[in-house]
């Protein structure tokens, strides 16, 4: 959704950026490694301490690293199943440490309990709906799309936090957003789960016939 939106733009900026990294011998993995951790470590080191608005402009910063790598691997032919794996998997870990980050904060907070627990489901669905995408690839079937793929649901949190730290918004707006963003994230499983099984059941149906 925001994702297709943003994307084309987002690689035309980076563009530059890309090219001249490859001319001084800078590598799409190389990049896909420094952005991860710098996230992980925006997120982990500012959002515990309630610094937000700090992390998510740390966060920001590296989060760019996501489209260039591939800008990379675009330009320089460099393309492989291998970057893609690498790029996904250290997707998650990055996801996983922005919604720690704001866990660990919230959970440090006695009036923080359910803040903290919208953040843990917002971090267990995220993981389910990319989970649901490569164990249904790995079926050979297709579970794309949803209401609240990846790239939405980190534009979201981020701006919500940035803006909450910038003019100190009380707490209960990150709590309401991140409430939408664990609701939102389940219902993208659902769907995902049910585009599977609209293109399993004709086979399912053929082999029980056949029996």
Not at 96 to 116: E, I, N, P, S
Not at 172 to 196: D, K, N
């Amino acid at each position: 959704m925001l994702s297709r939106f943003a994307q084309a733009f987002v690689r035309r900026l980076l563009t530059p950026v890309a090219a001249g990294l490859l001319k001084i011998g800078v590598g799409p993995d190389a990049v896909t490694f420094v952005g991860t951790i710098g996230v992980v470590a925006g997120a982990l080191f500012f959002y515990p301490r309630g610094e937000f608005f700090v992390g998510t402009l740390v966060i920001t910063l590296f989060v760019f690293s996501d489209t260039l790598d591939g800008t990379m691997a675009r330009l320089s032919g460099r393309t492989s199943p291998w970057g893609a794996f690498l790029d996904s998997t250290l997707d998650r870990l990055g996801d996983g440490a922005v919604f720690g980050g704001l866990l660990l904060y919230f959970a440090g907070r006695h009036d923080g309990l359910l803040t903290a627990w919208f953040a843990l489901a917002c971090l267990v669905f995220g993981f389910m709906v990319s989970y649901a995408r490569a164990r249904a690839e790995g079926l050979g079937f297709e579970a794309k799309g949803g209401i609240a793929e990846r790239a939405d649901r980190l534009v979201v949190v981020l701006v919500a936090t940035g803006l909450t730290g910038l003019f100190g918004w009380p707490d209960v707006v990150l709590t309401v957003v991140l409430a939408i963003l664990a609701v939102a994230s389940a219902v993208t499983v659902g769907q995902r789960m049910w585009a599977v099984h609209r293109q399993a059941a004709p086979a399912f149906a053929a082999s029980t016939e056949r029996r």
